[in-house]
Structures are given as C-alpha cells and as structure tokens.
C-alpha cells in the first residue's frame, strides 16, 4: 500500500469526510482528493494538525501503526458511541456536549476536575 492509499484508508478508518479533512489542514477537498490519488502531499504542518485531531500520521507516512489503532477501541461501545459524537460534532455541539457531562456528573458528585485535585 502507497501513502496516498494509507491516506484514504486512514481517513475511513476515522469515519472523516473529505471535507473534514480539508477543514482541519485549511485546504479545499480537491486538494485532499490530490493527496488521496497520490497527485501531492500534505506539509509536515498539515500532517501535524491531523496528528493533533487523532490521524495517525506515522502510519501515513511509514506503514507501520505509531499509535494504538484508536483510542475509542478499547473502550465500551456506549462510552465510543459518544466520543465519536463528539469528534463529529462543531464547536458548538462540542461545547454543548462537555456542558452537559459535567453536569451530570457533578449532580452525582463525580466531576472529573474535582478527581484531578
């Protein structure tokens, strides 16, 4: 497998769009349809923003898995179901979504920033 194709199959593998893609490095879609077909590459800047979003850059680049497969694999499906919510969701959504976790876990006395003191 090329780069260009681990580029794609890693973008499935996230469940991310094209689009969403481009939104995260800043470029249009045909730029990340470009880099899917092998047509160009992305900067090492535009492969960090998706390092930093959960693309596992190393697995781009060398073929090999520099990070577990996912993070949300080895977690139950209910608590993946909403982490994936979240990672599909704006800003907005994603605001609303920390908002309403703490809480309701601070109606239960369990809010995470009151664990990490």
Known sequence: MEVYERMKSERERLGWTQPG?????QVGKTTVINWEKGASSPTAIQLEA???????VMYVVTGQRGLPL???ETLAPRVRALVDN??????????VIEGTADLAAH????????KKM
């Open 21 to 25: 893609v481009a939104a995260l490095t």
């Open 86 to 95: 979240y990672q599909a969701a704006d800003e907005a959504g994603k605001r």
């Open 107 to 114: 109606s239960h006395g369990k809010r995470a920033e009151d």
């Open 50 to 56: 998706l390092a930093k979003a959960g693309f596992d």
């Open 70 to 72: 996912s993070p949300t």
